[in-house]
């Protein structure tokens, strides 16, 4: 049974890594699924690929951290399936770089993706949800960075602590209307953004022999959680980090 039938869910970038594994998901689960990410040809590949395999699919491209985009994002999804019942901030970016030598232009664009994006995004879908007055689901992706450090990582592990607790005040302010505000916390997870450190000489294999499972992470290994949060199952769950990262938080 389609655990997801009858929802429209906006899985902001997901036209590679993380957010494309989920949207997939979602897809095979019987959600109307809006594909959105910076590159419009890569939306509606995603979305046809969700299409191909019976599900039901859209591409709109936004950029998270514009505003007028993510706007425009939100009433292109009402216009074509009526409503929003899940989303799921997930576009963000990362750069490895030493704290003394990151750039101010570099630190701006991060945090205008990960916690403008993710807040605004957020506010426009619990103003939606409101207006509906069905309750609906809210999942912002974050990081074992919102609460451990990590060498070369400030820029964006800031941005991970911010959504943490805006995820909590989120949840707080929200569950009057039924609406829960859950996020994700990632291991470390073999995606695009995190290719080129993880191509360095002995760095994979190193991060490896730390992850109590044994492998770095898969998109796939998350889209279960995102479900999770999706669905009524998890209508008790609300203002938490659920954390999928093969055990590492545990050492």
Sequence with gaps: MSRLAGK?????????????????????EGANVVVSGTNAELCEEVAESIRREGGSAIGIPCDISDLDQINRLYDRTIETFGEINVVVNNAGIAVFKPFVEVEPETVRKIWNVNLFGTFFSGQRAAKEMIRQGKGGKIINMSSISEEVGTAHLTQYATTKGGIKIM???????????GINVNAIGAGVIDTDISMEEFSKPGMREETVKRIPWGRMGVPEDLAGTAVFLAHEDSDYVTGTTVFVDGGLLAM
């Design 8 to 28: 429209t869910a906006i899985v902001t970038g997901s036209t590679r890594g993380i957010g494309k594994g989920i949207a997939v998901r979602y897809g095979r």
């Design 167 to 177: 995820t909590r005040c989120m949840a707080l302010e929200l569950a009057e209307y």
